[in-house]
């Protein structure tokens, strides 16, 4: 059995990220005098204009000041307004005056580079948050920089996309993070390409007219995305091979990865998960292998299924540890807004 630290880490302020996802669109956290950009940029990696979301913080213009920065990735069929879609407490997007959230789109992707792309697409994925969402992010805005100051965590999908691509680039992120993350998709993956894994689990058989009505729901563009060609479900799934042998998903695999990794260079480990989540023993097993190995880490897990009420609690502690990592590395005080009266 695995063993499990049952313990929420000390420095959880309960900090929630609720955002509005419309661009331009005023809402509570804006009305805080916060600032959120919706951005086209030209993206290589992946040969077509994509968007991220920023929130820059309070007075950002009238400042000289270089920002920490926390990318948020999201889970599968979402998208970059994923993390501004709930509203329950935007107050708290307002807590920190000295960071930087950008939240990328990067489709249905798993966040790798993938091994065949077909019908003239590209699909470097990996490639694609590293060097063009960073670069570009790095380019445009006054951010440090730099590893220290630098973080990047992610939900389900987006979970297991951080923590992959933060353990194959430990040189880019002074902490790494999951919430639900589906941590053993590349392992699940690998090992059914080696033939010692039974194929993923089938949906149940549909009628014609279900199959009909699930395919054109799959091509309707969703009107929040707005990026020609992106915008559906199906336009959003790569068409190819994510992985071809099982090199491929070995490369892009947190259990292989971790194994792999100079303990003098990972960055910092926060991983959660909520306890009637079935990917709970991913989470479990990934903690495992860091107990043994004796690499510092943050576990959290609390009641809660895979959907937005656990994340909506999840993310005030992603946030407010990871913050506090990167102030630290950075030889800094953490910095906490004072509530307004009257909350």
Request: aromatic share 8%.
């Amino acid at each position: 059995m695995s063993r499990v630290l049952p313990r929420v880490s000390a420095l959880a302020l309960l900090v929630l990220l609720s955002l509005t996802s419309f661009a331009g669109a005023q809402s509570p956290a804006l009305e805080q005098g916060l600032t959120l950009k919706t951005v086209e940029f030209n993206a290589p990696s992946v040969g077509r204009t994509m968007k991220y979301n920023v929130l820059l913080p309070r007075d950002y213009e009238k400042s000289t000041a270089r920002y920490s920065v926390l990318y948020l990735l999201h889970g599968l069929t979402q998208n970059f307004t994923a993390w501004g879609l709930q509203n329950s407490a935007p107050f708290y997007a307002g807590l920190y005056d000295d960071l930087i959230v950008v939240m990328p789109d990067a489709g249905n992707s798993w966040y790798v580079n993938w091994a065949v792309s077909e019908g003239g697409q590209r699909n470097d994925w990996a490639d694609y948050i590293i060097k063009d969402v960073i670069g570009h992010i790095d380019a445009t805005y006054r951010t440090m920089a730099r590893r220290e100051g630098r973080a990047i965590a992610g939900l389900s999908m987006g979970g297991y996309g951080s923590l992959m691509l933060g353990l194959r680039h430990p040189d880019l992120f002074i902490s790494i993070g999951s919430t639900s993350g589906a941590l053993e998709h590349a392992r699940q993956a690998g090992n059914r390409l080696r033939g010692i894994a039974p194929p993923p689990p089938q949906p149940r058989p549909q009628t014609p007219e279900e199959q009909a009505t699930a395919a054109a729901r799959r091509r309707e563009p969703n009107p929040l995305i707005g990026v020609p060609g992106f915008s559906s479900q199906e336009e959003r799934s790569p068409r190819g091979t994510e992985f071809a042998k099982p090199e491929d998903a070995d490369a892009f695999d947190p259990f292989v990865l971790i194994k792999q990794a100079s303990k003098e260079r990972l960055p910092h480990i926060y991983v959660d998960c909520g306890t009637e989540d079935r990917l709970i023993a991913g989470a479990r097993a990934f903690v495992q292998i860091l107990l043994e190995r004796d690499i510092p880490f943050d576990y959290m897990q609390m009641a809660g299924a895979h959907n937005a009420e656990y994340w909506t609690r999840s993310i005030g502690h992603i946030i407010s540890v990871q913050y506090e990592v990167m102030k630290r590395a950075l030889g800094e005080r953490p910095v906490r807004r004072p509530p307004p009266s009257g909350q």
